[in-house]
Every structure is written in C-alpha cells, then in structure tokens.
Nanobody, 123 residues
C-alpha cells in the first residue's frame, strides 16, 4: 500500500491548484486522510484532514480558501486550493490512517505518508 500524491506546481498569488492523493492497494480501509505541509526551515503542519464520516478540519490559515474532499470509490483525496498566497509555498504531504484485516480477522492499523509534492506561489 502506498500513497501517491500529484498536482503540485508553480502559480502566481491568487491562483488555484488542486492536489490529489490516491491510496494504492487493495482491501484497505481509509479512516482519516489529509494533507500536511512543510515550508523551508519550518515544522510540518496540518493543512486539512477528512474523516471517514466526512468531517473535516482545516488549519486556520487556509480556512475559506482550501477545500478537502474524498472519493471513497477511487480511494482518493483531493485538496482544492484557491486564492493561493506566497506563504502557502511548501512541500505538501498526504497522510492517512489505514486499516486492514489479516486472513484470521485480526485488524492491523497504521499511519502512512505519501511522497511530497512541491507547491510554489510567487508574489
């Protein structure tokens, strides 16, 4: 099982980008999934998460500009980023809480990270 992220790029301030992250693997349940980001010299921080029931959480800095959604059939999460600002520049990482059951029915849960995707917003 791996998380495959895509959609980063370079855009001017005020523009939009959409990130996607696909959970590649079978027989895996996705509980919480979302995005974190890390800017140069800063700690990794939560951007947005969405839970299996659809509840979402956003960082205060992106509320009203970013929207997270998930497509359970495609095991994919999307992050629509609007009105981008230079301070949104960072490497964005997909993260998920995953669950699967072994052949004897034992649950196995773990947290997985995708590779980062660079988002650069020019001023």
């Amino acid at each position: 099982v791996q998380l495959q992220a895509s959609g980063g790029g370079l855009v001017p301030a005020g523009e939009s980008l959409e990130l996607s992250c696909e959970v590649e693997g079978t027989a895996v349940t996705i509980n919480k999934i979302g995005w974190y980001r890390q800017a140069p010299g800063k700690q990794r921080e939560l951007v947005a998460i969405i839970r299996s029931g659809g509840n979402t959480n956003y960082a205060d800095s992106v509320k009203g500009r970013f929207t997270i959604s998930r497509d359970n059939a495609e095991a994919t999460v999307h992050l629509e980023m609007n009105r981008l600002k230079p301070e949104d520049t960072a490497v964005y990482y997909c993260n998920a809480d995953l669950l699967y059951y072994t052949d004897d029915g034992a649950p196995v849960a773990w947290n997985a990270w995708g590779q980062g995707t660079q988002v650069t917003v020019s001023s």
